[in-house]
């Protein structure tokens, strides 16, 4: 066999190589235009809007017993404080979650979920660390009634989940899913 069959292998090879890359750079091209397309925004905003009027209306249809839930995060000393928050946080969530469905002030919505979000997950965690703390078991054991209105969870899951909720606010937030909206800011720009 000469130079040419071996590099007649090599080529093949290398074409081999050339088709490989360009599979790939197909995929990533594939993947970033999924994640630009408006569609995954509007599910992205269809799936938050459902899960806060869910949510929101278990919290609202059994306000004692989120409200006893609060207390136990200790969050205010003043049960005035507390009771006002009780009555109106499951109200706020089920207006926040239909105004994402209805394609509405999209963007101040998303922003103010985070806003929820984040201190809620955060006050979750501590609680979950402090249970930790008091019965040394593996985190992911941990389980409580958190107070989002899903009944005891396992902790892991309930901040992954509250991680999904977040990452899909930022999307909402950054301008994905304008489509199907009714009016998707507030107030129009001039």
Not at 18 to 46: I, N, Q
Not at 120 to 127: A, K, N, Q, Y
């Amino acid at each position: 066999m000469g130079r040419e069959g071996i590099a007649g292998r090599g080529g093949g090879a290398q074409e081999r190589e050339d088709a490989t890359c360009e599979a790939m750079k197909h995929r990533a091209t594939f993947v970033s235009s999924l994640l630009s397309h408006e569609l995954v925004g509007v599910v992205g905003r269809w799936i938050m809007g459902t899960v806060f009027v869910y949510m929101g209306l278990n919290k609202a249809l059994h306000p004692v017993d989120f409200l006893k839930i609060l207390r136990e995060y200790n969050i205010v000393e003043s049960h005035i404080v507390l009771n006002l928050i009780a009555a109106a946080l499951p109200w706020f969530e089920i207006v926040c979650g239909l105004l994402l469905l209805g394609g509405i002030a999209v963007r101040g919505s998303a922003l103010l979920l985070i806003g929820m979000l984040v201190p809620f997950s955060i006050g979750v965690l501590s609680r979950a660390l402090a249970i930790q703390a008091a019965n040394p078991m593996p985190f992911c054991e941990i389980r409580f009634d958190c107070g989002c209105g899903a009944g005891e969870v396992i902790i892991c899951h309930k901040l992954l989940e509250n991680s999904f909720l977040f990452l899909l606010s930022l999307l909402l937030l950054i301008g994905r899913g304008k489509r199907w909206c009714l009016r998707y800011d507030f107030v129009k720009s001039a």
